[in-house]
Nanobody
Framework: QVQLAESGGGLVQAGGSLRLSCAAS????????MGWYRQAPGKQRELVAR???????NYADSVKGRFTISRDNAKNTVYLQMNSLKSEDTAVYFC?????????WGQGTQVTVSS
């Protein structure tokens, strides 16, 4: 079983920056993908960005050029640097890790961008 602990959410003005962190603990074997998803009120959860254990990344079109995902494999930690934040980025952000054997989610961290 894998546990995910997210941190770094909060309130920021439009144009500002935040950095989210997510540390995974437990039994993680083999290749995996770690990612960030978000869910705004009344909307479905959507992919923000994800990164494989070998460093390949992909991003939602809405965040390309503004958000950067990275990871530290030694620490089983994934980061999301969010710059030029917009009000439409307001959501609960969830961390996810997926392997061939598991798919785990964090509890979520609130990001609120005021305009």
């Amino acid at each position: 079983q894998v546990q995910l602990a997210e941190s770094g959410g909060g309130l920021v003005q439009a144009g500002g920056s935040l950095r989210l962190s997510c540390a995974a603990s437990g039994s993680i074997f083999g290749p995996n993908v770690m990612g960030w998803y978000r869910q705004a009120p009344g909307k479905q959860r959507e992919l923000v960005a994800r990164i494989t254990s070998s460093g390949n990344t992909n991003y939602a079109d809405s965040v390309k050029g503004r958000f950067t995902i990275s990871r530290d494999n030694a620490k089983n930690t994934v980061y999301l640097q969010m710059n030029s934040l917009k009000s439409e980025d307001t959501a609960v952000y969830f961390c996810n890790i997926a392997t061939l054997l598991l798919d785990s989610w964090g509890q979520g961290t609130q990001v609120t961008v005021s305009s």
